[in-house]
C-alpha cells in the first residue's frame, strides 16, 4: 500500500463542509476572488438556505497550474434566519459581483451572522441559526478567462 501524496488531491473536486470559526475562514480563502453574478444568489426563506453559484479560482492549485483554472462551485449556507443586502439591487440581475470574503460574527447561544463581502463595497449579511455551509465544486476546472490569477495590491 502506498500513502496518498499531497498532489494527489489536485483534480478532485472539493467538498467542504464548515462548521466553526476556523472551518469558515478556510472556506473563505478558498472562494476568495470568485466571481458570480446577482441572478446567481438564490434565497431561498422557506428552505432557510442561500445558495450561491460561484466561478471558482482554484486556490488550492496556486501556481503550479499555467494556464491558472477555474470551476463551477456551490457555496450554500443553511439554517439562515434572514438575508439583507448593502450595495447589491436584487433587480440587477446581470451585475457581476466578485467574492472578496466570508466572515464569522459569533452572537448568542450559538447564532450570529455571516458576511459576504464584495468587491466595490457590496455585502450580504446572513443572520443564521448555526454555522452550516458547504462549498462544494460542481464541473471540472476549466482555464481562467483572464488567463492570470487575481492580486490583491
Do not use: C
Not at 462548521?19 to 480563502?29: N, P, Q, R, W, Y
Not at 496556486?62 to 439554517?79: Q, Y
Request: hydrophobic fraction near 45%; glycine fraction near 6%.
Amino acid at each position: 500500500m502506498v500513502d496518498a501524496r499531497f498532489e494527489d488531491g489536485f483534480e478532485a473536486p472539493l467538498a467542504l463542509a464548515a462548521a466553526d470559526a476556523e472551518d469558515v475562514k478556510i472556506l473563505s480563502a478558498l472562494a476568495q476572488d470568485a466571481v458570480l453574478t446577482v441572478a446567481d444568489i438564490k434565497y431561498t426563506r422557506a428552505k432557510r438556505q442561500v445558495v450561491l453559484l460561484l466561478n471558482r479560482f482554484r486556490w488550492e492549485n496556486g501556481a503550479r497550474v499555467s494556464p491558472p483554472e477555474r470551476v463551477r462551485s456551490l457555496l450554500i449556507v443553511d439554517d439562515v434566519l434572514s438575508m439583507a443586502a448593502q450595495g447589491i439591487s436584487p433587480q440587477a440581475r446581470d451585475v457581476v459581483l466578485s467574492l472578496l470574503s466570508v466572515e464569522w460574527q459569533a452572537g448568542e447561544d450559538g447564532m450570529g451572522r455571516l458576511t459576504l463581502t464584495f468587491a466595490g463595497d457590496g455585502a450580504l449579511a446572513l443572520e443564521v441559526e448555526a454555522i452550516n455551509l458547504a462549498l462544494r465544486d460542481v464541473t471540472k476546472p476549466y482555464q481562467a478567462p483572464s488567463g492570470k490569477t487575481p492580486s490583491h495590491p
